[in-house]
C-alpha cells in the first residue's frame, strides 16, 4: 500500500449459517444444504451451501421456491443463538487488532488496520492471521479483502470466495474494477443493473466512459457514487457507533389474510412489540412506516408524520390503521405486515397524541 493510504480489510464469513449447520453435523458436509423454513411451510432461506447456490438458491427467496430448484436440498432450522456466539467469537479476534471495526451483519464487517494494536505494518499478513485464527477458534472459514478503501476491501472479499483472500493495491485498483460486471459493483442492485445494462453499461469499463452529469441524470444522487467508485475513489470512514434511522418489526403469515378484522388485531400487536423496543432504547419516532407484502412477493411500503415525536403504542397503531385502510388493496391477500417508525430522536413523550382522521 502507499504510504498515507488507509489500510482496510474486509471479512465476510463463508456461507455463514449452512456453513456451522454443517459443522454441527458433519453428515451435511457436500450436501445441498439450507437454512431457514422448511419448504412446504411459508419460511424463506436465511442462506444456504454453495452446492445449493449451483441450483440457483439464494437468500431471500421462499422455501418452497428454493425446494423446487433444487429437491434434494436438506432444509435446516435456524439456531440464531448459536450463530451470535459465533458472530462474536469472530468479532472477539477482529477487536483483538483494532478497535476500528464496523459490523455489517453476524457474518461481515469491516476493520481499519491502519494503525492497529499489534503493530504489524502489512494488512496482507493481519488479514491472513485473522484468517487463520478465526479457523482455528470456530473451524470456519471466511473470505477477505485489503485495500486502501471501503468499497474496494468489499469487493475483493467477493473475488475468491470461498476461503479466499484478494489484495488490491492503487495500481491494481482500475485493472480490477474495469474488468468487474457491473452486476458484481457492491451497490448496485438487480433493477439497476439491469437498466445499466439496456444502456451499454455492461462492466466497470462501460461504467467509466459516463460523465459525472450523465450519471447523476440517469440515476440521481447514486449517480455521484457510481462515477467516484469506478474510479476507485471512496472517502467513507470505517464507523464504530450507529444511530439507527428507523426501527420495526413485522409478521409473516401462515397463511395470507384477506380480513380486515386480522389484519387489525396483527397491526395492534405490532404497535406493542414497536413501542415497547422504543421505550427499552428510550427513543421516539416523528414518522410510521407500513409494510405491505400480498401472496404474490410484491410488496409496498408506505408513511406519514405524525404530530410529533412519540413511541405510545396507541398512536402508532392508529397510525398504522389509517395507512392500512388507506393502501390495502383489498382484493389481494396480504403474506406480510409491518410497522416501523423512522426520524428517531432521543425520549419518548408524545407531543401530540391526537390523530387526524
Known sequence: MVLGMKKIIHIDMDAYFAAIEIREDPSLKGKC?????????????????????????????????????????????????????????????????????EPM???EAYLDVTENKKGEESA?????AIKDEIFSVTRLTCSAGVSYNKFLAKIGSELNKPDGLAIIPPEKAQEVLFALPIGKFYGIGKVTAAKMQKLGITNGADLAKWELKDLMKAFGKAGFFYYHVVRGIDNREVITEFEPKS????????????????????????????????????I????????????????????????????APEVLYKYGEQLLVA???TARKVRLLGLGVGKLDSGGDCEQLSIPL
Not at 401462515?254 to 432504547?281: Q, Y
Request: proline share 2%; aromatic share 12%.
Open 33 to 101: 444444504v439450507v437454512v431457514g423454513g422448511p419448504p412446504n411451510s411459508r419460511g424463506v432461506v436465511s442462506t444456504c451451501s454453495y452446492e445449493a447456490r449451483k441450483y440457483g438458491v439464494h437468500s431471500g427467496m421462499s422455501s418452497y421456491q428454493a425446494w423446487n430448484l433444487c429437491p434434494q436440498a436438506v432444509f435446516v432450522h435456524s439456531h440464531f443463538k448459536l450463530y451470535k456466539e459465533i458472530s462474536q467469537q469472530v468479532r472477539d479476534i477482529f477487536y483483538s487488532w483494532t478497535d476500528l471495526v
Open 105 to 107: 451483519s453476524l457474518d
Open 124 to 128: 496482507e499478513k493481519i488479514a491472513r
Open 247 to 282: 426501527i420495526s418489526c413485522e409478521s409473516t403469515f401462515d397463511t395470507d389474510l384477506d380480513s380486515m378484522d386480522e389484519l387489525f388485531a396483527v397491526l395492534r400487536k405490532l404497535s406493542e412489540r414497536l413501542a415497547n423496543r422504543m421505550a427499552t432504547k428510550g
Open 284 to 311: 421516539s419516532g416523528q414518522n410510521v412506516v407500513l409494510k405491505l407484502k400480498y401472496d404474490n412477493f410484491e410488496y409496498i411500503t408506505r408513511s406519514c408524520a405524525m404530530r410529533g415525536s412519540c413511541n
Open 327 to 329: 393502501n390495502w388493496d
